[in-house]
């Protein structure tokens, strides 16, 4: 692996990480529903810590070649990002009452565990 490679998944990993401990303190907003989650800095800094990861992501997964849909662990991760990302806005932005985007929020937060899984153990199905 090359240095570029190796500083590119520590990136992605680092992104990753502040993604999700973003997303966690604005679900506890959501949840008490605290007047900054409607702050501009609030509504678009999601989008570019993850506008990165995603860039990382597209990154590593040209310079190894290896692609969804032809490695089932990189499906999974996929497939999961996806209903990461709708219960997330389910939790931020769609959920009708506190305790429901509180639901929504955990359920997130599981996918997200699920998609850290798997990207370690490069198994979709973790056992």
């Known amino acids: ?3 570029t490679y190796l500083s ?3 990136a992605h990993m680092a992104f990753a990480l502040i993604s999700i401990a973003f ?4 679900a506890v ?3 008490f529903e605290a007047p900054v989650l409607s702050s501009r800095w609030v509504r678009v800094s999601p ?3 993850d506008t990165l990861l995603l860039a990382c992501a597209v990154y590593l997964m040209v310079a190894s070649g290896l692609y969804p849909f032809q490695q089932p662990w990189l499906t999974a991760k996929l497939l999961a990002l996806i209903v990461y990302i709708l219960l997330g806005t389910l939790a931020i932005k769609r ?6 985007r509180g639901i929504y929020a955990l359920l997130a ?4 565990g699920y998609i850290l899984a798997v990207a370690f153990y490069h198994s979709p199905l973790l056992f």
């Open 95 to 100: 959920g009708k009452t506190p305790l429901r």
């Open 47 to 49: 989008h570019v810590i």
């Open 23 to 26: 997303f966690a303190v604005r």
């Open 8 to 10: 590119v998944k520590f």
């Open 1 to 3: 692996m090359t240095e």
């Open 109 to 112: 937060v599981v996918v997200f």
């Open 29 to 31: 907003w959501s949840v």
